[in-house]
């Protein structure tokens, strides 16, 4: 079955490390997301890349990084100078016809900071 | 920029009662788009409205695009307990059918049994 994989489901980050969370969707789609989810706070958009070798900044994107080197795949990296890492992190992608048919969201990374 | 207005906030209700809640903008939106976050998981699509004063149906899960474009309503006719969760409005930005999606703040339900 088609989809999007996320892992690990769960994640435990030292201060000043820094740690890739992993992204990948078999549903040959050119869109990829990565949403960052804090309590009450609803999806707020970290880094989108809409092609191969090609990324934007979200929303959030301060003390975050991504690659996109395959259709298939979309790591995101948190660092060291992101100041509040702890949150749930959501990986989503969808076809070139555009965001008005929805997104296909993967069943997200929980990262906490000991 | 784009907001996305969602109420209420959080709805604690009784298994069999009916629920509603909406999301508003002071935008235009050509397409609003439903979702359920099963705690834990990600947001799984519900209902997608294309057209204003669609009604759109599924099972016991009720949309509707307001006539103004700025707005949207969601219902659930005779709620159960695998109800909960966190329900999100969501529109492509700039009110189009490209861009990214923005996304409300959410609605989380509960119920009790």
């Known amino acids: 079955d088609g989809g999007i994989t996320q892992s690990p489901k769960y994640l435990f980050r030292k201060e000043g490390q820094n740690v890739t969370l992993s992204c990948e969707q078999n549903l040959n789609h050119d869109a990829m997301y990565w949403y960052r989810q804090d309590p009450g706070q609803g999806l707020r958009l970290i880094y989108y890349s809409q092609i191969v070798n090609d990324f934007q900044k979200g929303d959030i994107a301060e003390g975050y990084s991504v690659s996109r080197e395959k259709k298939e795949s979309f790591p995101l990296t948190v660092t060291s100078a992101q100041k509040n890492p702890t949150a749930f992190y959501l990986c989503?992608?969808?076809?070139?016809?555009?965001?008005?048919?929805?997104?296909?969201f993967g069943s997200g990374t929980r990262l906490t900071v000991v | 920029g784009q907001q996305l207005n969602q109420s209420p906030q959080s709805m604690f209700i009784q298994e069999g009662e009916d629920v509603s809640m909406n999301c508003t903008s002071s935008?235009?939106?050509?397409?609003w788009l439903w979702y359920k976050q099963d705690p834990g998981e990600g947001p799984v699509l519900l209902i997608a409205?294309?057209?204003?004063?669609e009604l759109t149906s599924n099972g016991r899960l009720t949309a509707q695009f307001g006539i103004t474009r700025k707005d949207s309503f969601l219902n659930i006719s005779a709620s159960i307990p695998s109800d909960v969760g966190i329900y999100f409005c969501?529109?492509?930005?700039?009110?189009?059918?490209?861009?990214?999606?923005?996304f409300g703040k959410g609605t989380k339900l509960s119920v009790k049994p």
């Open positions: 969501a529109g492509p930005t700039y009110g189009g059918s490209q861009g990214n999606l923005i």
């Open positions: 409205l294309y057209k204003a004063g």
């Open positions: 989503a992608s969808t076809p070139t016809s555009g965001a008005a048919y929805g997104y296909t």
């Open positions: 935008s235009i939106f050509n397409t």
